[in-house]
T-cell receptor, first 112, second 110 residues
Framework: NAGVTQTPKFRILKIGQSMTLQCTQD?????MYWYRQDPGMGLKLIYY???????DKGEVPNGYNVSRSTTEDFPLRLELAAPSQTSVYFC???????????FGPGTRLTVL | GQNIDQPTEMTATEGAIVQINCTYQ??????LFWYQQHAGEAPTFLSY??LDGLEEKGRFSSFLSRSKGYSYLLLKELQMKDSASYLC???????????WGAGTKLIIKP
């Protein structure tokens, strides 16, 4: 099992550009999450999904969109990149009733 | 609002014991998690407490007091590889959401 995989690992965007961060899990987990982690701050939940076709906003959803067409994939879309979106983005997944979240390796995004 | 407090940084000596505290003030409570995060890497799960008391797992133990809004992570027989950040997170209810502390950076010295 690969667990949770994310691409790309690093990316530099110009202000106003768009991009999609990819996330895939092979553990057949129903729950998937997108977090951002800024220096000196706790992880902040952007969006989450409880199953294919169902998504909902977390604490900091503005400027982002998600979709969940399959159990395995949960891409995060940035439409108009802003410097405030410079961060490390983690995707995570968990089974329906489990306590543990499994994290991907992260995407380091810089917006200039 | 939701608030989780942890010390920003702690230093300890190889072979010693260290206790990392976490206090929380949240609108609900359905469990407290500890994760370890090495620099530049993803968080990995360490422990979970939902009832008061101590949970032991090898060199690591985690304690919870719900009435005091307090938890600690105890690391014994410290090794250099334990140098990492330790993240405390509270699950607000039976739903998905975790509120995360900013993490405690633990530095282990020989």
């Amino acid at each position: 099992n690969a667990g949770v995989t994310q691409t790309p690992k690093f990316r530099i965007l110009k202000i106003g550009q768009s991009m999609t961060l990819q996330c895939t899990q092979d553990m057949n987990h129903n729950y998937m999450y997108w977090y951002r982690q800024d220096p000196g701050m706790g992880l902040k939940l952007i969006y989450y999904s409880v199953g294919a076709g169902i998504t909902d906003k977390g604490e900091v959803p503005n400027g982002y969109n998600v979709s969940r067409s399959t159990t395995e994939d949960f891409p995060l879309r940035l439409e108009l990149a802003a410097p405030s979106q410079t961060s490390v983005y983690f995707c995570a997944s968990s089974s329906l009733l489990a306590n543990e979240q499994f994290f991907g390796p992260g995407t380091r995004l810089t917006v200039l | 609002g939701q608030n989780i407090d942890q010390p920003t940084e702690m230093t300890a000596t190889e072979g010693a014991i260290v206790q990392i505290n976490c206090t929380y003030q949240t609108s609900g409570f359905n469990g407290l998690f500890w994760y370890q995060q090495h620099a530049g890497e993803a968080p990995t799960f360490l422990s979970y407490n939902v009832l008061d008391g101590l949970e032991e797992k090898g060199r690591f133990s985690s304690f919870l007091s719900r009435s005091k809004g307090y938890s600690y992570l105890l690391l014994k027989e410290l090794q250099m590889k334990d140098s990492a950040s330790y993240l405390c997170a509270v699950r607000l209810d039976s739903n998905y959401q975790l509120i995360w502390g900013a993490g405690t950076k633990l530095i282990i010295k020989p």
